[in-house]
């Protein structure tokens, strides 16, 4: 019965399984899907630390290369980005050993970002992500990153 609870009613199943495991009931637990869905979750984290810098990486690669098209939108961006990065690897310290493939999906997906916004050519930007991580949760990198708008 879980496992069709689990596919027809997900939110059902989910408070199903929450009072079980309150009461102490495990052995009417849906195990197999509860592994499946607690794996799920901390994928769900990688990809939302994976996701961030991409954006963050974007947006400094747009600010970096084109200088003349800066502005508070992108500033305030950047500073979010990285508020929410500090305040993601302070909740999931764990997610610290996942930052290096997570800084490089990001610069991935932070070059996408820039190719699909901007009339930058591809050969014109990085192969590797010019930034470190320092640089990147620097709230003072780049220098002019506090010009006013």
Known sequence: ???????????????????????????GLDVANLIEEIESLGK???????????????HLLKWQYQPQK??????VTIQLQR??????????PSLKSYLDKALFKGFRLGLALVLSETPIK??????ECPYSLDQLLDLSFPDDIDVEF
């Open 70 to 75: 800066r502005s508070r939108s992108w500033q």
């Open 44 to 58: 769900q984290k990688q990809q939302e630390l994976s996701n961030r810098l991409g954006v963050l990486i974007g």
């Open 83 to 92: 508020e929410e990065i500090q305040d993601l690897l302070a909740d999931n």
């Open 122 to 127: 591809k050969n014109v930007l990085p192969n």
């Open 1 to 27: 019965m879980e496992t069709s609870l689990y596919e027809t009613d997900f939110y059902g199943w989910t408070m199903q399984q929450s009072k079980l495991l309150t009461l102490g009931k495990l052995d």
